[in-house]
């Protein structure tokens, strides 16, 4: 069936480091790919999203491309920042059982 | 516009008990999803709701139950609550039949069975 999986955490980095979570898929079609994060709280926000392969998604200075012969869609930040500590989600829309499915859920940590 | 509404935040019960959670999905939304999320197993889909009518059901017992109202309101009904059941449920809308496109999410009703 459909699944993702995403790199486990806690991520710990320093403000203004560079960032990478791992998401990887696997689904049957061409599913669109999302990333949602959730901040201390607070419910799942999209963070950005794709919908065809080498599509880029990006917002807040974040982006994945959605790579269709690797089945990834790894999330970048150039420059991290405290405030984007928070729960990162990759999920694909599971097109054959109509529904979202989503990663396990990867928790970042910057440090000032 | 008002975001999904969740209410109550917060509830603790006792094994054996029922609860039931409530979710008002942002104004023109018809679709109403709902999820469990618990530290080891991640979000995991429960059901969704458009129209009233179930259109999806994920891998939860039959103590697990819920329903939709003519104005999209959602609840969503757990029976007999076990330990396992302690978990955010978590509530999101969608303008969209099927969840095919982005959803909105509530910041949940976290549950502790004692």
């Known amino acids: 069936g459909n699944s993702v999986t995403q790199m486990e955490g806690p991520v710990t980095l320093s403000e203004e480091a560079f960032l990478t979570i791992n998401c990887t898929y696997t689904?049957?079609?061409?599913?669109?790919l999302f990333w949602y994060v959730q901040y201390p709280g607070e419910g799942l926000q999209l963070l950005l999203k794709?919908?065809?392969?080498?599509d880029k998604g990006s917002n807040k200075g974040f982006e994945a491309t959605y790579r269709k012969e690797t089945t990834s869609f790894h999330l970048e930040k150039g420059s991290v920042q405290v405030s984007d500590s928070a729960v990162y989600f990759c999920?694909?829309?599971?097109?054959?059982?109509?529904?979202?499915?989503f990663g396990k859920g990867t928790r970042l940590h910057i440090l000032p | 516009k008002a975001g999904v509404t969740q209410t109550p935040r917060y509830l603790i019960k006792t094994r054996g008990q029922q609860v039931t959670l409530s979710c008002s999905p942002i104004s023109g939304h018809r679709s109403v999803s709902w999820y469990q999320q618990t530290p080891g197993q991640g979000l995991q889909f429960l059901f969704e709701y458009f129209s009233e009518t179930q259109r999806n059901k994920g891998n939860f017992p039959g103590r697990f139950s819920g329903r939709q109202f003519s104005n999209s309101r959602s609840e969503m009904n757990v029976s007999t609550l076990e330990l396992g059941d302690s978990a955010l449920y978590l509530c999101?809308?969608?303008?969209?039949?099927?969840?095919?496109?982005?959803?909105?999410f509530g910041e949940g009703s976290r549950l502790t069975v004692l």
């Open positions: 999920a694909l829309s599971d097109r054959e059982n109509d529904k979202i499915i």
């Open positions: 689904a049957t079609g061409y599913p669109s």
């Open positions: 999101a809308s969608s303008h969209r039949q099927g969840n095919t496109g982005e959803l909105f």
């Open positions: 794709a919908t065809k392969a080498d």
